[in-house]
């Protein structure tokens, strides 16, 4: 049964930090290209950041610099270390997962997903 549980979202003030995390189960965890998604209320669902298998990263813009995507394969968990947060980064986040390679600024064909766990900056 493949399924990706995310965990550690809250309300935080501007500035302040957050880490989430997403555990995953029933799948070869370590192969596959592992994401981080948003969507606040009214606006599109937009990627974040991604992990490849072999560690390669990718960042939206808009967190380029505030935001680390790491994984741990022996504990099947990626995480999100969020820093520096904006009102703006408020949203629904969720963790993804494909099989295969993450491909720089292609942010689709995702089809493993988590429910989501609420983040807000005030």
């Known amino acids: 049964h493949v399924q990706l549980v995310e965990s550690g979202g809250g309300s935080v003030q501007a500035g302040g930090p957050l880490r989430l995390s997403c555990a995953a189960s029933g799948y070869t965890f370590s192969t596959y290209c592992m994401g981080w998604f948003r969507q606040a209320p009214g606006k599109e669902r937009e990627g974040v950041a991604a992990i490849g298998s072999d560690g390669t990263t990718m960042y939206a813009d808009s967190v380029k610099g505030r935001f680390t995507i790491s994984k741990d394969n022996a504990k099947n968990t990626l995480y999100l270390q969020m820093t520096s947060l904006k009102p703006e980064d408020s949203a629904m986040y969720y963790c993804?997962?494909?099989?295969?390679?993450?491909?720089?600024?292609?942010?689709?064909?995702?089809?493993?997903w988590g429910r989501g766990t609420q983040v807000t900056v005030s």
């Open positions: 993804a997962a494909k099989n295969g390679r993450c491909r720089v600024g292609v942010w689709v064909g995702f089809p493993i």
